[in-house]
């Protein structure tokens, strides 16, 4: 593209001018020259633009929206430029005398394309100008001019998007502004733009993390205005995630004060967030110093409050909501770490117990395994009071899914496992209920013993089952022992791959039973069953 020298010329002149006087106010005439090549057709006239404005903002308060709005232009300059595009229409306008025969020297186009778009008769005669191929000839020459005009056009906005933090360096009130361009830029395709988008955001992060990461957040939450862009909110909770998170070390400072002020922000930013980003957002929480292994239990119960309500246990539960079945059930597993740490899972068991249990049976199998595995970990912690309102509910599926022996009913075996833990956990927590509700005795010297009240009929119903499922479990650990043994034998003459794939997979599968078998069985010694030291049982 042909380059104005006497336009050129003048930009630097404003620049040397500026840059040696001592009040460059008195030079506002200057700064306005250069905002106004900004809207130059010519590349080099803006690129001087995208490196001067910036430079000289400050001193000229009056120009700040004009210098502003230009800068921004440059960043988002068109993939083709406008001078291209009247040129190309020039041209085409052209090609139509050429083809009624007005023009019959070819040649004629490439002294028009010289003068339209400086050089490009040397681009035409490189590509070739076969006689009575004019057309042929346009297309092959728009297609090189239009990749050259596509390269300079995103060297001028890297220019400009490099420049954008220099205008907060004394005029930090422009941030906020300036955060938000940068994070409708992130949607650049190439790879040196969106580099320089990255790199110019966090520059302003490290000029003023507090206001940046406002800023930056406004884009992801959606308490104080629905989120209208959900490209534009994914593209920035992506570049918090990749490029803001693991600088916290860096960026958090003084670590108490903003590692608050992010917690702040993430908690705002809950309100919808898909069960990837949440768990995203909790880990991220977790490595932070104020929730750290040292963090007092108020703060344990913070993060726990927030994974409460992502799990909605406020909401009348549907069954066939299986959003909100995920949820739960992925909710109730993110928060076992916070209970070994001292968090409260009474709000969870008493949903549970009230919501989830009446319906058990209409849950999805799989729902159902990951819903008993998560309960039987959380019940170590659980309160005494928390453990006499659940205990029942426990005691009525476990004896629904231990069968007797004149039922002939299969056993599920994980589901066994589970409730069988549970059950012991619960009962070391809240010993004197087991008296009415399953026949064993155990002396709290409380009234709610009920030890003078008969209960004969529960205990031997109770130990049926324990003893019809200890003979399953021992007969089901002679197969799959057996089983072992043949897939060794097996393995030893497996040919392929994916016969050796087959086998290992079903050695695997019979070691995982085996787990849980001897697992049930040591919860299922009937004469010397103990509710205080199961914890040292289970594998």
Same mark, same amino acid.
Request: net charge negative; aromatic share 8%.
């Given at each position: 593209?042909?380059?104005?020298?006497?336009?050129?010329?003048?930009?630097?002149?404003?620049?040397?001018?500026?840059?040696?006087?001592?009040?460059?106010?008195?030079?506002?005439?200057?700064?306005?020259?250069?905002?106004?090549?900004?809207?130059?057709?010519?590349?080099?006239?803006?690129?001087?633009?995208?490196?001067?404005?910036?430079?000289?903002?400050?001193?000229?308060?009056?120009?700040?929206?004009?210098?502003?709005?230009?800068?921004?232009?440059?960043?988002?300059?068109?993939?083709?430029?406008?001078?291209?595009?009247?040129?190309?229409?020039?041209?085409?306008?052209?090609?139509?005398?050429?083809?009624?025969?007005?023009?019959?020297?070819?040649?004629?186009?490439?002294?028009?394309?010289?003068?339209?778009?400086?050089?490009?008769?040397?681009?035409?005669?490189?590509?070739?100008?076969?006689?009575?191929?004019?057309?042929?000839?346009?297309?092959?020459?728009?297609?090189?001019?239009?990749?050259?005009?596509?390269?300079?056009?995103?060297?001028?906005?890297?220019?400009?998007?490099?420049?954008?933090?220099?205008?907060?360096?004394? +005029?930090?009130?422009?941030?906020?502004?300036?955060?938000?361009?940068?994070?409708?830029?992130?949607?650049?395709?190439?790879?040196?733009?969106?580099?320089?988008?990255?790199?110019?955001?966090?520059?302003?992060?490290?000029?003023?993390?507090?206001?940046?990461?406002?800023?930056?957040?406004?884009?992801?939450?959606?308490?104080?205005?629905?989120? +209208?862009?959900?490209?534009?909110?994914?593209?920035?909770?992506?570049?918090?995630?990749?490029?803001?998170?693991?600088?916290?070390?860096?960026?958090?400072?003084?670590?108490?004060?903003?590692?608050?002020?992010?917690?702040?922000?993430?908690?705002?930013?809950?309100?919808?967030?898909?069960?990837?980003?949440?768990?995203?957002?909790?880990?991220?929480?977790?490595?932070?110093?104020?929730?750290?292994?040292?963090?007092?239990?108020?703060?344990?119960?913070?993060?726990?409050?927030?994974?409460?309500?992502?799990?909605?246990?406020?909401?009348?539960?549907?069954?066939?909501?299986?959003?909100?079945?995920?949820?739960?059930?992925?909710? !109730?597993?993110?928060? !076992?770490?916070?209970?070994? &740490?001292?968090?409260?899972?009474?709000?969870?068991?008493?949903?549970?117990?009230?919501?989830?249990?009446?319906?058990?049976?209409?849950?999805?199998?799989?729902?159902?395994?990951?819903?008993?595995?998560?309960?039987?970990?959380?019940?170590?912690?659980?309160?005494?009071?928390?453990?006499?309102?659940?205990?029942?509910?426990?005691?009525?599926?476990?004896?629904?899914?231990?069968? !007797?022996?004149?039922?002939?009913?299969?056993?599920?075996?994980?589901?066994?496992?589970?409730?069988?833990?549970?059950?012991?956990?619960?009962?070391?927590?809240?010993?004197?209920?087991?008296?009415?509700?399953?026949?064993?005795?155990?002396?709290?010297?409380?009234?709610?013993?009920?030890?003078?009240?008969?209960?004969?009929?529960?205990?031997?119903?109770?130990?049926?089952?324990?003893?019809?499922?200890?003979?399953?479990?021992?007969?089901?650990?002679?197969?799959?022992?057996?089983?072992?043994?043949?897939?060794?034998?097996?393995?030893?003459?497996?040919?392929?791959?994916?016969?050796?794939?087959?086998?290992?997979?079903?050695?695997?599968?019979?070691?995982?039973?085996?787990?849980?078998?001897?697992?049930?069985?040591?919860?299922?010694?009937?004469?010397?069953?103990?509710?205080?030291?199961? &914890?040292?049982?289970?594998?």
């Amino acid at each position: 593209m042909a380059e104005p020298s006497d336009e050129i010329e003048k930009l630097y002149q404003y620049g040397e001018r500026l840059n040696e006087a001592k009040d460059k106010s008195q030079h506002v005439g200057d700064y306005e020259g250069i905002i106004k090549a900004a809207t130059s057709p010519s590349i080099k006239a803006q690129q001087l633009a995208a490196q001067l404005i910036p430079r000289f903002f400050k001193f000229f308060p009056g120009t700040a929206v004009s210098a502003l709005d230009a800068h921004f232009d440059l960043c988002e300059a068109d993939e083709l430029g406008v001078s291209f595009f009247v040129s190309y229409v020039k041209i085409r306008a052209f090609l139509e005398i050429i083809a009624v025969g007005d023009v019959p020297d070819v040649m004629a186009l490439a002294n028009i394309l010289n003068t339209e778009l400086g050089g490009g008769g040397g681009a035409l005669a490189r590509v070739g100008v076969p006689e009575g191929g004019v057309r042929k000839t346009f297309r092959t020459f728009f297609c090189v001019a239009f990749d050259q005009e596509n390269s300079v056009s995103e060297v001028v906005r890297v220019q400009a998007i490099r420049g954008l933090p220099l205008f907060c360096k004394d +005029t930090p009130e422009h941030l906020p502004k300036l955060i938000d361009i940068l994070a409708q830029l992130l949607s650049a395709e190439e790879n040196v733009e969106r580099d320089a988008v990255q790199k110019a955001l966090l520059s302003l992060l490290r000029q003023d993390v507090k206001a940046s990461l406002t800023a930056l957040f406004k884009h992801i939450e959606s308490v104080e205005e629905p989120i +209208t862009d959900e490209s534009l909110r994914e593209r920035t909770l992506t570049f918090i995630k990749d490029k803001v998170f693991p600088l916290k070390a860096e960026l958090l400072k003084p670590p108490e004060e903003m590692e608050r002020h992010i917690t702040d922000l993430i908690k705002k930013s809950l309100q919808d967030v898909t069960g990837s980003e949440f768990k995203m957002f909790i880990d991220f929480l977790k490595s932070l110093g104020i929730f750290g292994e040292k963090a007092p239990p108020e703060r344990v119960q913070e993060l726990m409050e927030m994974i409460e309500g992502q799990a909605d246990l406020d909401a009348q539960f549907n069954v066939s909501d299986m959003d909100h079945v995920d949820r739960l059930i992925s909710c !109730l597993y993110m928060a !076992l770490p916070f209970f070994v &740490r001292g968090a409260s899972n009474s709000k969870f068991l008493n949903y549970l117990n009230k919501q989830i249990f009446p319906v058990f049976d209409e849950l999805p199998e799989k729902r159902k395994v990951d819903l008993l595995k998560n309960l039987a970990e959380s019940s170590p912690y659980t309160t005494p009071q928390d453990a006499r309102q659940i205990f029942p509910s426990v005691v009525q599926l476990l004896k629904k899914y231990m069968p !007797l022996r004149k039922t002939g009913e299969e056993m599920n075996f994980t589901y066994v496992e589970c409730l069988l833990y549970t059950f012991h956990h619960l009962a070391s927590k809240a010993p004197n209920a087991t008296n009415s509700l399953c026949g064993y005795k155990i002396v709290t010297g409380q009234p709610s013993d009920r030890l003078g009240e008969d209960f004969s009929e529960n205990y031997k119903d109770f130990t049926e089952r324990l003893s019809c499922v200890e003979e399953l479990d021992r007969a089901t650990m002679k197969k799959l022992t057996q089983g072992m043994a043949e897939h060794n034998k097996a393995m030893a003459t497996a040919k392929t791959d994916e016969e050796k794939a087959t086998i290992k997979t079903k050695k695997q599968n019979s070691t995982t039973g085996l787990r849980t078998c001897n697992n049930i069985l040591a919860m299922t010694e009937v004469g010397e069953m103990s509710f205080f030291s199961i &914890r040292n049982t289970y594998a």
